[in-house]
């Protein structure tokens, strides 16, 4: 079936530093979702990429999908204390929706 | 609307109890996840509904574990019996179609003893 592979498990970075994380999919993707969770919340959506090769960008979070629509990343800028917490990328095959593992970014001040 | 709603918030039981979930999804929509999410395992798909039917329950761990949607506002999961590597906290999500977002609902945070 479907497995979605998110790395990195955890990220460290010093506040203002960039982050990156990477998702990749088995078999070719319908869309793929980001989601944020913070610590002791639930996953809140993020954005949702569709077309191959899509780019997109909200304030310091920039989100591409890749042109064989198997992979996708999510890539911070400067990041601040706010941006902590897990973050998930899903995606469509058929109907369902499987998560990766996620990545935990902490931020020191 | 209120968003998805999950009750209990925290259920803490005996190994061994019955334990039911409870989720309200959002209205008008058609479709209803229910998700496992553990330090080891992160979040695992449990069952999926659309439009009230169980379409994809292969995530379901074992018989233990059963789910159900009587109807477009109400879902539960159950497991019987409970056991302590069931520990986790538990979310249900909704979404309107297959192309949209995921609502998650605060989740139901089990601990079996």
């Known amino acids: 079936g479907q497995q979605v592979m998110q790395i990195p498990q955890y990220q460290h970075v010093q506040e203002g530093e960039d982050f990156t994380t990477y998702c990749n999919s088995s078999t070719t993707l319908s869309n793929i979702q980001w989601y944020k969770q913070r610590p002791g919340g639930h996953p809140v959506f993020l954005i949702q990429?569709?077309?191959?090769?899509e780019v997109k960008k909200q304030k310091r979070l920039t989100f591409q999908f890749g042109e064989a629509k198997k992979n996708s990343s999510l890539h911070i800028t400067a990041t601040q204390t706010t941006d902590v917490g897990t973050y998930f990328c899903a995606g469509r095959n058929n109907n369902d929706m499987r998560f990766g593992a996620g990545t935990r970014l902490t931020v020191k001040p | 609307d209120a968003g998805v709603i999950q009750s209990p918030r925290h259920e803490v039981t005996e190994m061994g109890q019955e334990v039911t979930l409870r989720c309200k999804p959002i209205s008008g929509h058609d479709y209803l996840f229910w998700y496992r999410q553990t330090m080891m395992r992160g979040l695992e798909l449990l069952i999926y509904?659309?439009?009230?039917?169980?379409?994809?329950d292969s995530g379901m761990p074992e018989d233990r574990f059963s789910a159900k949607m009587p109807n477009a506002s109400f879902s539960t999961l159950k497991i019987q019996p409970s056991e302590p590597r069931d520990s986790a906290v538990y979310f249900c999500?909704?979404?309107?179609?297959?192309?949209?977002?995921?609502?998650f609902g605060q989740g139901t945070r089990l601990t079996v003893v």
């Open positions: 999500a909704s979404r309107r179609t297959v192309n949209t977002e995921a609502f």
């Open positions: 509904f659309n439009n009230n039917v169980p379409i994809d």
């Open positions: 990429l569709v077309k191959s090769g």
